[in-house]
């Protein structure tokens, strides 16, 4: 998986770049690494080109454009900018990358986007943990030493000015990650999406800081070894590390945010949401971390996806059928839900007599009459068995007891359909409501524009989110809302409809089985009460 990364720096020695590209350097203190003479160890089997320097050395051509122009001579200025493509380790072997042809792409890289500007490109074999990844470093000096052409990443005039400094921007990130991941496709090479987060996101700072906490435990653990005691621990785990997993093993379970708050806050982390975002505070912490800096299976949306997603599991987990209950001793407490549910087998329960004379008809042998015969005598004893135990006095009360059911099932699929219909329109506004959030930064920035040509240009270049909150608002509109509810109190309502919902559900299940149950017990009974008759009639004609 080919990376990109981009450091700035305000270090006026250039000369220490070009240090750090061909000597060794200890990861952890990055320091020289020095022999046993005390000289600095060179680095081996890498390569290191320099573009627009002309004859002279990349450290004395960087400052003696910055003489010329003026630039870059105050401490807080940045000096430098230097970006690193890392190579898939697989790429070597796989796709047979080389040291040169990493250089070539790493020079024609520079080339393209960063022209104009004084440059090292310096190819490295394997990275400083030793994975085997070959990587390419590009370190421009800031300042720009000739008039270049408007680059797509470059926002305004002064970024293609001779003498103007270098601007890495957000879009402009975006950009060069987007070029690095076609350059891999270009040239066949492993690539990950560099366009949409991570899902954890590591810092270079808690990078480095795992490695050094890592190398102190594999240290410690070693010092244990050789007294023969065991190790306490073998994986050491950031702060950052050891939140996300709190914060996963939260979210596994909930199925609100209240939940996912109440299961962080008994592992002493506090959740927190402050325009959209939401943060998160550990007992040892004043200040809280941000969702943005964990990664992004963090954040706001990710959150409430989870949780929507298991809402919804849950739900379906209780909407499968429950047990099969044994007959009641009356169909009247039955439908109340009065006896308590055990285990049975689904043939046990009263099913519907078959109509011999017309599966006859249909061909049916004597085969299935005989396996029909038998099939109704059963059906037949248990429909009179329940009948009798249940209580009614007549078909009549039956028949009224199915009408009753049956209103009762449509009073409850009215009930089930609104709410339906109200929870389709709240989660459609939710959907509106945090489009409409998300483009507030560019409406805000749209009335921070003092002229009306700075406000078209503005427009234009943010003309998707304009587009996006347009839309919001029409639909605003075209629901007579004035006043937009609040995010969280819209989400409560929309767990709240959830509920309801799944409650509705479940009783519409239970309600529908009731009455399929009735229609098939006076199915039953008026086939035998019809066939009775005719049973009685030829005995007396016999006789």
Request: hydrophobic share 30%; with cysteine; proline share 4%.
């Given at each position: 998986?080919?990376?990109f990364?981009?450091?700035?720096?305000?270090?006026?020695d250039?000369g220490?770049?070009e240090?750090?590209?061909?000597?060794?350097?200890?990861?952890?203190?990055?320091?020289?690494?020095?022999?046993?003479?005390?000289?600095?160890?060179?680095?081996?089997?890498?390569?290191?080109?320099?573009?627009?320097?002309?004859?002279?050395?990349?450290?004395?051509?960087?400052?003696?454009?910055?003489?010329?122009?003026?630039?870059?001579q105050?401490?807080?200025?940045?000096?430098?900018?230097h970006?690193?493509?890392?190579?898939?380790?697989?790429?070597?072997?796989?796709?047979?990358?080389?040291?040169?042809?990493?250089?070539q792409?790493g020079?024609?890289?520079c080339?393209?986007?960063?022209?104009?500007?004084?440059?090292?490109?310096?190819?490295?074999?394997?990275?400083?943990?030793?994975s085997?990844?070959i990587h390419?470093?590009?370190?421009?000096?800031?300042?720009?030493?000739?008039?270049?052409?408007?680059?797509?990443?470059?926002?305004r005039?002064?970024?293609?000015?001779?003498?103007?400094?270098h601007?890495?921007?957000?879009?402009?990130?975006?950009?060069?990650?987007?070029?690095?991941?076609e350059?891999?496709?270009?040239?066949?090479?492993y690539?990950?999406?560099?366009?949409?987060?991570?899902?954890n996101?590591?810092?270079e700072?808690?990078?480095?800081a795992k490695?050094?906490?890592?190398?102190?435990?594999?240290?410690?653990n070693?010092?244990?070894?050789?007294?023969?005691?065991?190790?306490?621990?073998?994986?050491?785990?950031?702060?950052?590390?050891?939140?996300?997993?709190?914060?996963?093993?939260?979210?596994?379970?909930a199925?609100?945010?209240?939940?996912?708050?109440?299961?962080?806050?008994?592992?002493?982390?506090?959740?927190?949401?402050s325009?959209?975002?939401?943060?998160?505070?550990?007992?040892?912490?004043?200040?809280?971390?941000?969702?943005r800096?964990?990664?992004?299976?963090?954040?706001?949306?990710?959150?409430?996806?989870?949780l929507?997603?298991?809402?919804?599991?849950?739900?379906?987990?209780?909407e499968?059928?429950?047990?099969?209950?044994?007959?009641?001793?009356?169909i009247k407490?039955?439908?109340?839900?009065?006896?308590a549910?055990?285990?049975?087998?689904?043939?046990?329960?009263?099913?519907?007599?078959?109509d011999?004379?017309?599966?006859?008809?249909?061909?049916k042998g004597?085969?299935?009459?005989k396996?029909a015969?038998?099939?109704?005598?059963k059906?037949?004893?248990?429909?009179?068995?329940?009948?009798?135990?249940?209580?009614?006095?007549?078909?009549?009360?039956l028949?009224?007891?199915?009408?009753a059911?049956?209103?009762?099932?449509?009073?409850?699929?009215g009930k089930?359909?609104a709410?339906?219909?109200?929870?389709?329109?709240?989660?459609?506004?939710?959907?509106?409501?945090?489009?409409?959030?998300k483009?507030?930064?560019a409406?805000d920035?749209?009335?921070?524009?003092k002229?009306?040509?700075?406000?078209?240009?503005?427009?234009?270049?943010h003309e998707?989110?304009?587009?996006?909150?347009?839309?919001?608002a029409?639909?605003?509109?075209?629901?007579?809302?004035?006043?937009?509810?609040?995010?969280k109190a819209?989400q409560?309502?929309?767990?709240?409809?959830?509920?309801?919902?799944?409650a509705?559900?479940?009783e519409?299940?239970e309600k529908?089985?009731?009455?399929r149950?009735?229609?098939?017990?006076?199915?039953?009974?008026d086939?035998?009460?019809?066939?009775?008759?005719?049973?009685?009639?030829?005995?007396?004609n016999?006789?």
């Amino acid at each position: 998986m080919a990376t990109f990364k981009h450091i700035s720096s305000k270090n006026a020695d250039y000369g220490a770049a070009e240090q750090y590209l061909t000597f060794e350097h200890d990861e952890f203190t990055m320091k020289p690494t020095l022999d046993k003479n005390g000289q600095i160890v060179p680095r081996t089997g890498y390569l290191i080109s320099s573009l627009n320097c002309g004859d002279e050395d990349f450290a004395i051509a960087c400052m003696r454009s910055n003489l010329k122009y003026g630039k870059n001579q105050k401490r807080e200025d940045v000096k430098s900018h230097h970006y690193i493509i890392s190579f898939d380790p697989r790429d070597a072997q796989d796709n047979g990358l080389t040291v040169d042809r990493a250089q070539q792409l790493g020079e024609q890289f520079c080339k393209e986007h960063f022209p104009g500007h004084q440059a090292l490109v310096c190819t490295h074999p394997d990275g400083h943990n030793h994975s085997g990844n070959i990587h390419v470093h590009i370190v421009i000096n800031s300042l720009r030493i000739a008039e270049v052409p408007l680059l797509p990443y470059m926002e305004r005039p002064a970024d293609t000015r001779e003498g103007c400094k270098h601007r890495c921007t957000d879009a402009a990130m975006e950009y060069f990650k987007a070029e690095v991941m076609e350059m891999c496709h270009r040239e066949n090479l492993y690539q990950i999406d560099l366009l949409h987060g991570s899902k954890n996101r590591i810092t270079e700072r808690e990078y480095w800081a795992k490695r050094k906490g890592q190398a102190a435990l594999d240290k410690e653990n070693a010092s244990l070894a050789a007294t023969g005691e065991p190790p306490k621990l073998t994986k050491f785990e950031t702060d950052k590390e050891k939140l996300r997993r709190t914060i996963r093993a939260a979210l596994s379970s909930a199925v609100s945010f209240e939940d996912f708050s109440g299961k962080l806050l008994q592992q002493g982390v506090t959740v927190k949401e402050s325009r959209g975002r939401l943060s998160y505070l550990t007992p040892d912490r004043t200040k809280p971390i941000t969702a943005r800096r964990l990664g992004d299976d963090f954040d706001r949306a990710a959150v409430l996806e989870t949780l929507t997603q298991n809402a919804q599991n849950a739900a379906r987990a209780a909407e499968k059928p429950l047990p099969r209950q044994e007959y009641p001793r009356s169909i009247k407490d039955h439908l109340q839900r009065n006896k308590a549910a055990i285990n049975a087998p689904k043939q046990d329960s009263v099913q519907r007599m078959v109509d011999i004379a017309a599966k006859k008809a249909e061909g049916k042998g004597k085969g299935y009459e005989k396996w029909a015969t038998l099939y109704n005598l059963k059906q037949m004893a248990a429909t009179v068995s329940v009948y009798e135990e249940s209580g009614f006095s007549s078909p009549e009360e039956l028949e009224a007891a199915l009408a009753a059911a049956n209103a009762g099932l449509h009073e409850t699929t009215g009930k089930l359909k609104a709410v339906e219909s109200t929870l389709r329109e709240k989660k459609d506004l939710q959907k509106q409501l945090l489009a409409y959030i998300k483009t507030k930064p560019a409406r805000d920035g749209l009335k921070a524009q003092k002229t009306e040509k700075a406000r078209k240009s503005y427009r234009e270049q943010h003309e998707s989110e304009f587009i996006i909150s347009e839309s919001a608002a029409r639909y605003f509109k075209a629901q007579g809302i004035s006043k937009l509810p609040a995010s969280k109190a819209l989400q409560t309502e929309i767990e709240q409809l959830t509920k309801e919902k799944n409650a509705l559900y479940n009783e519409y299940r239970e309600k529908k089985a009731s009455v399929r149950e009735l229609q098939t017990v006076k199915s039953n009974l008026d086939k035998i009460l019809r066939r009775e008759p005719e049973r009685g009639k030829g005995r007396e004609n016999e006789r």
